[in-house]
């Protein structure tokens, strides 16, 4: 079920969005995201896998890593994460381990977003919204595999 989106949470998922342009630029999968606490950005980041050479360089699972360290804190109950894509089950679960405060995400992930799973994977607290900018999100991701295809 999808809420109406406020003016900050469309501002925020744009920033996200440049995020995944930057993926894109260095051939990585568009994905980005953007940490918000108290309506500032403390973390930006989009997936770096091919250039880190680690499956885990997610861009959730950096801009969780940048974000507590900026913050001094492990945990994130007071912030917002957006991602321009649903976050897979690895992710997810670092979100729950840092207890996020709110998830915002732009396209669902049909094949290994979080949401396929039968049981809670987030922390119980942590608030979501999904379906913000899905379509600019989706055709992008949807761009981006079709040139690899060819």
Not at 16 to 31: G, S
Not at 43 to 52: D, F
Not at 96 to 113: E, N, T
Not at 119 to 141: C, D, F, S, Y
């Amino acid at each position: 079920m999808v809420s109406a989106f406020t003016p900050s949470d469309i501002y925020f998922m744009n920033e996200a969005y440049k995020q995944a342009l930057l993926a894109l630029a260095e051939e990585e999968i568009p994905v980005g995201a953007v940490v918000v606490c108290g309506n500032q950005i403390v973390a930006r980041a989009y997936n770096q896998t091919e250039k880190l050479h680690d499956v885990t360089a997610h861009a959730e699972m950096l801009a969780i890593t940048s974000a507590a360290n900026y913050l001094h804190g492990k945990y994130l109950n007071a912030c917002t994460l957006y991602v321009t894509l649903e976050p897979c089950l690895m992710c997810a679960g670092a979100l729950a381990w840092a207890q996020i405060g709110r998830l915002v995400y732009g396209a669902s992930d049909m094949k290994r977003g979080y949401s396929l799973m039968p049981h809670l994977v987030l922390h119980p607290k942590t608030k979501v919204l999904r379906g913000i900018m899905a379509e600019e999100n989706e055709l992008l991701l949807s761009e981006f595999f079709r040139k690899l295809r060819n």
